[in-house]
């Protein structure tokens, strides 16, 4: 099947309408996931159940489709309803759902052995971050993969630059483990509290990868907005 996507879906994804810059990604993002999860002690060949979260016009499953094996299957999900609603009428070797700016995703629980998130914690406020952490962890089967694009600890220069600059009114940070943040910046362009909802999605932020094995974990209390992430255990911090 060849990717052609129309222009104005690539250009809301990626800044560029180009078919033809669109496919020359793939060798990469085939060689960058392999090389992070070989990194983390995993091969792609050994997750037969594959979700990826805010798939766009379908990148990362065009990317992977000729290397699948048998036992292996796509599903993709994202919340541009005309990105999802391409992905489904033209890619029919993944199964594809548009998803809303709020968690649960409409699939069960233990559901996936990897989920694929690029660039997606980076675009959201952090109460959306957490709260879609935690459905991710839900989706995920026990022992499931997260390859997720998070901030890392090297970009607090830049989040303090940008205050500084006033080039953002919000800093918001929750650590993940050692080496991994859910971090946020708003933009004065826009107010942080009307993320997604508007057609287009905020403007991406500085990240970097990971790749995170979810294991069993206690129940914690609420958050600070009421919710409750479920078995996510996620250490309490902030920078402000």
């Known amino acids: 099947m060849k990717p052609n996507p129309p222009p104005e879906l690539l250009r809301h994804i990626s800044g560029s309408p180009s078919v033809e810059a669109f496919v020359a990604t793939f060798p990469h993002i085939r060689l960058e996931v392999r090389r992070h999860l070989g990194l983390a002690g995993f091969d792609f060949a050994d997750f037969e159940r594959i979700l990826d979260l805010g798939c766009g016009v379908g990148r ?15 599903w993709g999900c994202d919340v541009h309803q005309g990105c999802a609603r391409w992905c489904r009428e ?27 998130a690029l660039s997606v914690f980076t675009h959201l406020r952090l109460d959306l971050q957490l709260r879609w952490a935690a459905e991710v962890y839900r989706v995920l089967r026990p022992g499931g993969v997260l390859f997720a694009f998070l901030h890392g600890p090297q970009f ?85």
């Open 60 to 74: 990362f499953l065009f990317a992977f489709q000729p290397e699948l094996t048998p036992r292996q299957k796509l």
């Open 90 to 116: 033209n890619i029919d070797f993944a199964e594809v759902a548009h998803n809303p700016l709020e968690p649960p995703l409409p699939y069960q629980a233990g559901q996936f052995d990897l989920v694929y």
């Open 156 to 240: 607090f220069s830049v989040f303090q630059a940008e205050q500084r600059a006033a080039s953002a009114r919000v800093f918001d940070v929750e650590t993940l483990g050692d080496d991994g943040l859910f971090a946020y910046l708003a933009s004065p362009r826009g107010d942080a509290r009307e993320q997604g909802r508007r057609g287009s999605r905020p403007q991406p932020g500085c990240g970097g990868g990971a790749v995170l094995r979810l294991p069993s974990g206690e129940e914690v209390p609420p958050d600070r907005s009421g919710s409750r992430p479920g078995h996510l255990r996620l250490p309490k911090g902030s920078a402000r």
